[in-house]
């Protein structure tokens, strides 16, 4: 069944929610908001703090929020030169749901691999 929320007076089209996912649903851009709540971070201190990201994944996840208007670029001009990121005052307003996202896998994350466990331990399902 496919249910669709319209508000009164017709509303974001569903699309609309599917691009706003497309924004804040890799890990990278979830790794890199951690970093950037509490202030702003060198290139360098992102890449060094952010486990198992590449130079290649980090700059384009900058590039992409940068794009969309969450995170600010400031260069200095130092040799070489010195590059700070910074979320935006639209980027700060995800810090909340975020926040959300990470209580509820504190509260919840054991019982989702506990349903993985009991499901995959009933061995090979039948096709549907």
């Not at 980027?91 to 989702?112: F, K, N, S």
Request: proline letters at 7%; one cysteine or more.
């Amino acid at each position: 069944m496919n249910i669709r929320h319209v508000p009164p007076g017709g509303g974001e089209s569903p699309c609309h929610y599917r691009r706003a996912l497309e924004i804040v649903s890799t890990k990278w851009t979830v790794l890199v908001f951690y970093e950037l709540e509490f202030g702003k971070k060198r290139y360098s201190e992102l890449k060094r703090r952010i486990e198992g990201v590449t130079q290649k994944m980090l700059t384009q996840t900058l590039r992409q929020l940068e794009r969309d208007g969450l995170v600010k670029r400031e260069v200095y001009p130092t040799v070489p030169p010195t590059v700070e990121y910074e979320l935006t005052p639209l980027g700060m307003t995800l810090i909340e749901p975020m926040r959300a996202l990470h209580q509820w896998t504190e509260a919840h994350y054991d019982a989702v691999l506990r349903a993985r466990e009991a499901y995959d331990d009933e061995g090979l399902r039948s096709p549907d």
